[in-house]
């Protein structure tokens, strides 16, 4: 199995999460330990054996493609930090 | 005794009778978690007036008709609250809709009463992590109630409320119920839709009652179950009356203990209890035999490589864009994610989802998260196996009764191995029940019944012996 040596700073970006430095060295040592003892794993024998994703066998399940009710976007709007026009309101992603 | 303290079933024939209204019910409800949820804290919030409205509105003649029911506060109610006990959440979200099991138990009759504190967002076994409150154990102040749910369990015990729905991802039902004394119900994976409640492990998770006997767990159970088309993993099977057969005992039901989980890590006090009533059901009839589930000992390392990295898929949802505490004046997109994870989320959540990250990112995926999979099989197989020679499986809940509050270790691997009893019933898909035994110097402790794929009737029914006895 792999080293369990976190970068916890390079993680942390990916899982967009800002940290400050005493979190990255607690984390640090923290998951250090768990995936320490995760490495238990690397004693069973999985060769052959299938993956489960989900407890149960499960087949997709497709439905008719008609209308049906949903929530209206007036529901979702009054959650949302900023808005404009009907519209969820972000920082200029692309420059122009 | 006061109506909140009373049992949903006999509160259904007091109100058939006409002895009581809705309105008292939850009128009672109301003036006990306002005299003494100050010091419990088990309810985040409540909202009276329409939980009155409700009740003057009740029809009497539905299953639980005029029944007031805590709902923790990870489960979508139309118009109310929904933190997760997140800083994340709190005063920036307000449910656009119910979840299928909230809209179930309206359809039945039943009043969403409140929303109960938990770990946030159900990380935790001890309902410290909640970003907003603590709650007491109302069994033993000074104790943890257990977590995740452990609000919900903690009003059912302090007699605030009949019942509650709580979720369970690796024993946040079971073990909260175990540890303040009620009883808690985590459904086979598929039972109960899981529409409208944040998700957490989405292979894992399950939506289950906590209540303060074995026939209101079935009562609910006949509410909440079957198919949605909402949730594409819930199950078509047809839905039984959970309430019928309860008191047919346990003669020639044929009862396992598995050997891997009565090993030294336990307490011994908790070992007696369990064995003992392993014998008291055996006087009445059960057979009881001694089974084997080999991988137990690789479900702690399993679970914690599933549940996070499920975990981080769903969290990252949270995101400060569409709804939640959005951080001040960002100076870009990037930005604007990664403050508002920082601020909004607390430790555990963020160690989690760093856990979860980690072993999907590139290059560990394969000895990671698939590795995990592979010996979800294992476990999966080991109950399949059991299944065969016994109808239910009997275990402790947690290795020890509830701990003293602040006393959680800083380590979070200690926490996670004392979910070793209840994590491998969510790997499978089995579903479980904490049942309450006798106290433990005074502490509140539980048996576990596992039971197979849709094997509610049975281990309903052998708890409901094990009530009795």
Not at chain 2, 101 to 112: Q, R, V
């Amino acid at each position: 199995m792999a080293d369990p040596h976190i970068d916890v700073r390079y993680v942390a970006n990916l899982a967009r999460i800002n940290l400050s430095d005493e979190e990255v060295t607690l984390y640090s040592t923290q998951l250090e330990d768990v995936m320490g003892y995760i490495e238990k794993l690397s004693e069973v024998d999985v060769e052959g054996i299938e993956p489960t994703a989900h407890a149960y066998e499960l087949t997709n399940r497709v439905r008719r493609d008609i209308p049906v009710p949903g929530i209206p976007a007036e529901g979702f709007l009054q959650n949302t930090p900023d808005q404009a026009n009907n519209q969820l309101r972000v920082p200029k992603v692309v420059d122009a | 005794m006061s109506l909140a303290a009373s049992s949903l079933s006999s509160l259904r024939r007091q109100l058939t009778a006409g002895e009581i209204s809705a309105r008292d019910i939850v009128e009672d409800v109301i003036v006990q978690v306002s005299a003494r949820d100050g010091n419990i804290g088990a309810f985040l919030s409540h909202d009276p007036e329409a939980a009155l409205a409700a009740a003057d509105q009740a029809d009497l003649s539905l299953p639980l008709g005029g029944l007031p029911i805590g709902i923790k506060d990870n489960i979508n109610v139309l118009g109310q609250p929904c933190t997760c006990a997140s800083k994340f959440l709190k005063d920036a979200f307000t449910s656009p809709y119910d979840a299928t099991a909230i809209s179930k138990l309206k359809a039945a009759g039943a009043i969403p009463f409140g929303r109960t504190n938990l770990d946030e967002f159900a990380m935790g076994y001890s309902t410290e992590n909640s970003g907003l409150q603590t709650t007491q154990n109302p069994a033993a102040p000074g104790h943890i109630p257990g977590g995740s749910s452990g609000g919900s369990a903690a009003a059912v015990a302090a007699n605030l409320i009949p019942a509650t729905l709580g979720s369970d991802t690796g024993g946040s039902i079971r073990q909260p119920a175990s540890h303040c004394g009620v009883v808690g119900l985590k459904p086979s994976y598929g039972r109960i839709s899981r529409y409208g409640l944040v998700a957490f492990g989405s292979s894992l998770d399950q939506i289950g009652p906590l209540t303060q006997t074995v026939e209101d767990s079935a009562l609910l159970l006949n509410a909440l179950a079957g198919l949605d088309p909402r949730d594409s993993t819930s199950l078509n099977d047809p839905v039984p009356d959970y309430t019928e057969g309860l008191d047919q005992g346990v003669a020639g039901m044929k009862l396992g203990l598995p050997k891997e989980y009565f090993t030294d890590g336990i307490c011994p006090k908790v070992r007696e209890r369990v064995e003992s009533v392993a014998k008291k059901l055996e006087s009445q009839g059960a057979e009881i035999v001694e089974i084997s589930l080999p991988h137990t000992e690789y479900a702690v390392a399993t679970y914690y490589i599933i549940a996070p990295a499920e975990a981080s898929s769903n969290l990252s949802r949270f995101d400060g864009v569409r709804y939640g505490n959005r951080t001040e004046n960002p100076e870009d997109m990037l930005a604007l994610y990664k403050d508002s994870r920082e601020a909004g989320f607390g430790p555990e959540v963020k160690r989690r989802i760093i856990l979860g990250t980690y072993v999907l990112s590139s290059g560990y995926y394969d000895a990671y998260y698939l590795r995990a999979q592979k010996v979800r099989t294992l476990i999966r197989r080991d109950f399949e196996e059991a299944f065969q020679k016994v109808d239910a499986i009997l275990t402790p809940v947690a290795p020890e009764t509830a701990p003293k509050m602040g006393t959680a270790s800083e380590d979070p691997l200690k926490h996670y191995l004392a979910d070793i009893f209840t994590i491998s019933a969510n790997l499978a898909g089995n579903c479980g029940i904490s049942v309450p035994l006798e106290p433990i110097d005074g502490l509140p402790v539980g048996l576990q019944i596992l039971g197979p794929h849709l094997g509610e009737q049975t281990i309903l029914r052998c708890a409901s012996a094990v009530e009795k006895s």
